[in-house]
């Protein structure tokens, strides 16, 4: 008599993909009208509306390069022979990169301006290939975080295409579609992106920055929350598979990433709600609710729970109030800071996260610390970022106290 062995593989119910793109779908379509005309209506103009489907466009070009590394950047390293070690050492000396170079680069895109900045990005891109053979804001915004989303999928769905089950024999299928993506973007901002030259000095910029980063304690809480977000998702990354296999069972991860950039994508379509709607709550007290709920869920899971059902419920919960946070945290920047220093604030803001994801890196590839204790230190940081913005909205009703008074 035959023995039949069952094969315990675990999968999200593939209706759940459906039902996060009706939820967007519907969030868009009935996005209530303003309440009372925008005195900014009349800047959308033709000229205006040009500009910013050819940038969402770039924008999602690069998104997609992004994600055909977020996808297969691991296959590939194996395709080379690379070890897990081999690979934990990768990302940390790209981690240490961002650190020490990256830091810098917000500061020359302000200097030397954001075009030559996106060009060399998609230079680095095409020669990698080749080697290896205020309300109009505010919906861009959103529209940023939903299609980085869509385009992560659109990324999986391309790799997949260009791989045909077959990673070994089709890898090199991979590095031509991205170098060809590159080369589009190139054309399409050497061509189509028309930016005014930068002219401030370097003194001019450090004044400035000094005025309004340096000596503003509001931009410093800002500042923290900002590292304490891009710690948590590049943790988040880094973990959410681990935690998910950690029992033993073979689980169909290919299934549930979408569910968590659907997740993501949800949560951007609520953002245009808030402002579309009269205000309740001020944008800090919104940020400070999502950050709290972020840093339960991933406490949540730094006690190593082991039901993947529960698991993937709360990585797409983070994923959901990510995808709010993100264009709330531009919405701030844009209300604090200048246009001419808002790169080097951004990215100067990421060393503080940058520094700490290294520093676990190296200390996890020796075995020192566990997993759950670098959720648990992204779920801390969470909690912190909250705290920020418990301050800055004190200081702000306090300030528009202070301006009635007068």
Known sequence: MGVVLESDIWEPNRSICILFFICCVVSIFCLPAKSSANVLDHASSASLLRFQRKFLFLFAISSVLEGLWAVF?????????????????????????????????????DLLGHKKLCLLFFLQHLLDKLGQRQEVLNDMFWMMTFLESASFIGSQALANYLIDDNVVRNIKSLWIGAAVLAVLAVGLVTRGWQEAPQTAPLKDYRVSFH????????????????????????????????????????????LIYPCLLGSKMLGSTGFPWFFHVPLVLRTEEYLM??????????????????????????????QTCLGMVLPFLARLRTTYLPNDIRGGMMSLSLMPANAAI?????????HYIANSTITSVAA????????????LKKWGKQLQQSRRNL
């Open 73 to 109: 950047g691991e296959y590939e390293l194996a395709y080379y022979g690379f070890s897990k070690d081999q690979v934990l050492n990768v990302i940390s000396v790209g981690f240490a990169v961002s650190l020490f170079i990256g830091s810098f680069i917000g500061v020359l895109s």
């Open 211 to 254: 005025r309004h980063v340096i000596s503003d304690k509001r931009i410093w809480l800002l500042s923290w929350a900002q590292s304490c977000v891009h710690f948590s998702v590049a943790a988040f990354w880094l973990l959410w598979a681990p935690s998910i296999v950690a029992d033993g069972r073979e689980v169909s991860l290919g």
């Open 289 to 318: 609710y999502a950050f709290t709920i972020m840093g339960f869920a991933l406490s949540i899971v730094a006690y190593d729970y082991q039901e993947i059902e529960l698991l993937v419920a709360l990585f797409c919960l983070f």
């Open 358 to 366: 290294l520093f676990l890196l190296v200390l996890r590839g020796h």
């Open 380 to 391: 801390f940081g969470l909690f912190s970022a909250a705290g920020c913005m418990y301050s």
